[in-house]
């Protein structure tokens, strides 16, 4: 993992934004917290990091209110910061474009593991798919993880861009929900299905797919999702 990687952590615990300011460092992490959203959002504008640590409970807006200002500007990786066990959070940052999360209390080692898998997917670390590869109209560039669709730019977070890479790449092939946690092991799915679900959902969306009708990723009910898009050609 490279050095001096930025991380704008926004959580209002200071005590906790302190210890993580002087734990991240030993990793190469340079830290800037903030421990209120206004802030936050303007230190990520003044200076954009490259990765924000993201608490569900904020004062004045929370912090799924705040994962959505973000992305209406920014890929930046996201990781939110959610209760023990509350699911309906976790589900709903995900659809606003979170790219993980971690239940508190949790482990600093931990959350350490999970910046580096979520970077090392947005293209930060080493990566043996820099090539790019085409299915009809859709393109997507693993070097730069960039994809676009028909000369448009498709706007993916790095958990989207993983999950539509796994699916290119076995274009044809039923692959079930078990098959996509194995093979998308960047990501953190803790077994949570209908976090893939989400996911799955977030795609059709911005590749205009239809779910009846879907040109690029069909349901195959009681197994799991296959990708049915024009024929995979490399560049």
Known sequence: MPTHTRVLIIDDDERLNALLTEYLGRFGFAVRAATHPTPGLRALKADPPDLVILDVMLPDMDGLAVCRKIRETSRVPIIMLTARGDVPDRIVGLELGADDYLAKPFEPR????????????????????????????????FATRSAQLNGRSLSLTTAEFELLGFLVRNRGRVLSRERIIEGTHGINWEAFDRSIDVLISRLRQKLGDDAKQPAFIRTVRGVGYSFVGGENTRG
């Open 110 to 141: 931990e959350l350490v593991a999970r910046m580096q898998a979520v970077l090392r997917r947005g293209g930060n670390g080493v990566d043996h798919a820099t090539d790019v590869l085409r299915a009809g109209q859709l393109e997507l560039d």
